[in-house]
């Protein structure tokens, strides 16, 4: 058994992850200064969001493939050098095209950081310690795009936007240089073949249906526009077709065998529920405290901080805590606590106060740290080796799919409950009617999100603890 310095490989990992997470959401704070700066539409500046998330969610599909074809540190140097290059371009950018070529850039590394993130776990660490590591990731995960928007704030109130990008810059480099220097190739190279017509099916598959619930999620049309129709069937026919293809071939670019491992199954569909709880209530908290409450872009994200970052530092205990008692005691009293978190946000109206909305969002929060890394760390813990890459693409590409639905439904539901209420509204241009139908829309939301809390409580009763494959070759002879 060859040994790696996996605090070193951890170390350039994990800095290189937090930055491209951290530029994802710090940029979201900056939309509406960016467009009185470049003279945009909302529509036009939301595309610095959809691109980001459209690149990643046809390059995931690929990932697997990639991780067989090049070698760790190949995909790793890919990643960072177009993840500098991005960010150089969108610190220095003066117009949204370069911005938006920028972000495509950042993206691009992003894409190839995380599956190559999550692999190296597997094959570095051995299955007893994957939680705690897989922990780590977790804060990287929650604790980046929780801090961005505080960040952000500060930086736009005292400086301008471009300091988002300086200041991820010197950490990328650092990253790099102690990734050059500790990151050893642990993957074994094969050369599969390269099946165009895969690759093909699953970006306009992939491809589509992010784009159509995007795009549904920021029109005026929402889901009547006929491009999100269009996209989300087309995308949805190109997914049957590389499904089928993918059975039948003999070396498929994404092996859907991992679906005959029932722990991955479980693990799976409870990480994509965290996916869309996070990003529904995440668009729709600041939307509420903000346009709802009136507080301003600082004050809100000092007030999810709390929540975010304790998240982030519950996210490795959580880890170790799986490694000792296995997901069980973590996954169901995590679901309870989202439960209950989520119905009271349900009852939220304006006059809440902040301390009960921060403790809310706590709570919230905590929850999710009980589930998300356990159901993901079990789920992956029970396939073969060799499935290790096909896995985390699998995993990664549904949860760039999972949160572009919830965001979706999010903002229709957001909108059709503020339409519905002001239509009915005796005074639908006053300040304070329109800030009760943000109230009324985002009590819309959270019932979905509850909804879909309980139906995730029902599937995480099913889950066991694996044990780890080489007990099992063990206990066949």
Known sequence: MKTYNTRAI??????CGFVGMFSETALNIAISNLM?????????????????????????????????????????????????????????????????????????????????????????????????????????????????????????EYLTWHYIFWLSLPFLIIGLLVGLKYLDNVTEVSKPRIDVLSILLSTIGFGGVVFGFSKAGEGAEGWSSPVVMTSIVVGLIALGLFVLRQITMKEPMMNLRVFKHPMFIVGLLLVLACMMIILSSMIILPMFLQKGMG?????????????????????????????????????????????????????????????????LHIGLMVGISMVWMPAQTNGLNQLPPELYPHGTAVMNT????????????????????????????????????????????????????????????????????????????????
């Open 10 to 15: 951890m170390a350039s990992l994990l800095i």
């Open 295 to 359: 507080l301003s872009a600082l004050e809100t994200g000092l007030m999810l901080l709390p929540g975010s970052a304790l998240n982030g530092i519950l996210s490795p205990r959580m880890g170790k805590l799986f490694d000792k008692y296995g997901p069980k005691w973590l996954v169901i009293p995590g679901f309870m606590i989202v439960s209950a978190t989520v119905w009271f946000f349900t009852t939220l109206t304006l006059a809440s106060s902040v301390a009960f909305i921060v403790a």
């Open 36 to 156: 009185e700066v470049f003279q945009i539409t909302a529509a036009t500046a939301q595309w610095l969001t959809t691109g980001f998330l459209l690149t990643l969610g046809i390059l995931m599909p690929l990932s697997g493939l990639l991780l067989q074809r090049f070698t760790t540190r190949q995909l790793f140097i890919g990643s960072l050098a177009s993840s500098i290059v991005g960010t150089v371009i969108a610190a220095l950018a003066f117009n949204f095209e370069m911005l938006m070529a920028a972000r495509v850039m950042q993206a691009f590394g992003m894409g190839l950081l995380l599956p190559l993130m999550f692999n190296t776990i597997l094959v570095v660490y051995p299955p007893e310690k994957r939680g705690a590591a897989m922990g780590f990731v977790g804060l990287v995960i929650m604790f980046a795009p929780a801090t961005g928007p505080t960040v952000a704030g500060l930086l736009i």
């Open 398 to 477: 549904l949860q760039q799919v999972a949160g572009a639905i919830g965001t979706a439904i999010a903002i229709s539901l957001l909108s059709g409950g503020m339409e519905k209420y002001l239509h009915d509204s005796s005074g639908p241009t006053l300040p304070e009617e329109i800030a009760n139908a943000m109230m009324s829309g985002s009590q819309h939301v959270f019932i979905f999100t509850f909804i879909v809390t309980l139906v995730s409580l029902g599937i995480a009763l099913f889950i066991r603890r694996v044990l780890v494959s080489h007990a099992r070759v063990n206990s066949m002879h």
